[in-house]
């Protein structure tokens, strides 16, 4: 089974190879495929059916998207859905250094540092048959960045009871305790039966 991934990021396109039963994943760039849709959604799951929408326009064929962001508790859920691009202007754009700086920054001298990591995701088969699941991975605001592994806001979020940063667990640690690692196994649920059904139908 062949999914379209709704994401230009190949980090997250290793992450679900990684997670994923079975599923051979591609990024619209590898086919030449424009793809950068106007995520105006309020939340995690608009957005994400916002990318699922936008990238089954252009390619007709099953589509899988992913909207994921940090909630920071003390700071009034922020980033949230602009996690991605947190701390940007018109007239520059922030290195993630930079942007986990800025969070750092805000949570200066703040007592609770409680935040969670979300992933919503979109299976798009059809515009008229979606599957949709939103996954969290709680956990709280570092006090420094730790950490070499994984990408984005994970050398400053501590995961679970880990005592570590996400930044310094294994793939497979992370896999297991991770947002987007709990959405893509119930997601594998899903896929499965769609596959079961499948072969079902073509004995």
Same mark, same amino acid.
């Given at each position: 089974?062949?999914?379209?991934?709704?994401?230009?990021?190949?980090?997250?396109?290793?992450?679900?190879?990684?997670?994923?039963?079975?599923?051979?994943?591609?990024?619209?760039?590898?086919?030449?495929?424009?793809?950068?849709?106007?995520?105006?959604?309020? #939340?995690?799951?608009?957005? =994400?059916?916002?990318?699922?929408?936008?990238?089954?326009?252009?390619?007709?064929?099953?589509?899988?998207?992913?909207?994921?962001?940090?909630?920071?508790?003390?700071?009034?859920?922020?980033?949230?859905?602009?996690?991605?691009?947190?701390?940007?202007?018109?007239?520059?754009?922030?290195?993630?250094?930079?942007?986990?700086?800025?969070?750092? +920054?805000?949570?200066? +001298?703040?007592?609770?540092?409680? =935040?969670?990591?979300?992933?919503?995701?979109?299976?798009?088969? #059809?515009?008229?048959?979606?599957?949709?699941?939103?996954?969290?991975?709680?956990?709280?605001?570092?006090? #420094?960045?730790?950490?070499?592994?994984?990408?984005?806001?994970?050398?400053?979020?501590?995961? +679970?009871?880990?005592?570590?940063? =996400? =930044?310094?667990? #294994?793939?497979?640690?992370?896999?297991?305790?991770?947002?987007?690692?709990?959405?893509?196994?119930?997601?594998?649920?899903?896929?499965?039966?769609?596959?079961?059904?499948?072969?079902?139908?073509?004995?």
């Amino acid at each position: 089974m062949t999914l379209y991934f709704a994401s230009s990021n190949d980090h997250k396109k290793e992450e679900m190879m990684r997670l994923l039963d079975g599923v051979t994943v591609r990024l619209p760039k590898e086919d030449g495929i424009a793809f950068d849709p106007d995520e105006n959604g309020n #939340s995690f799951i608009e957005n =994400a059916l916002i990318k699922a929408n936008a990238l089954y326009e252009k390619v007709k064929a099953p589509v899988l998207a992913d909207d994921s962001g940090l909630v920071v508790d003390a700071l009034g859920g922020r980033p949230g859905i602009h996690t991605s691009r947190y701390g940007d202007t018109p007239e520059r754009v922030l290195s993630q250094r930079e942007k986990n700086a800025k969070l750092l +920054g805000e949570m200066e +001298g703040v007592e609770n540092r409680s =935040a969670r990591f979300v992933c919503a995701l979109v299976l798009m088969l #059809s515009p008229d048959r979606i599957y949709i699941i939103e996954e969290t991975a709680e956990g709280s605001i570092a006090f #420094s960045e730790e950490g070499t592994h994984g990408f984005g806001y994970d050398p400053i979020f501590i995961m +679970g009871d880990t005592g570590k940063s =996400a =930044a310094e667990l #294994s793939a497979e640690e992370k896999d297991r305790l991770s947002h987007r690692g709990k959405a893509v196994r119930k997601m594998n649920l899903i896929i499965n039966q769609l596959k079961k059904e499948n072969n079902n139908e073509e004995m």
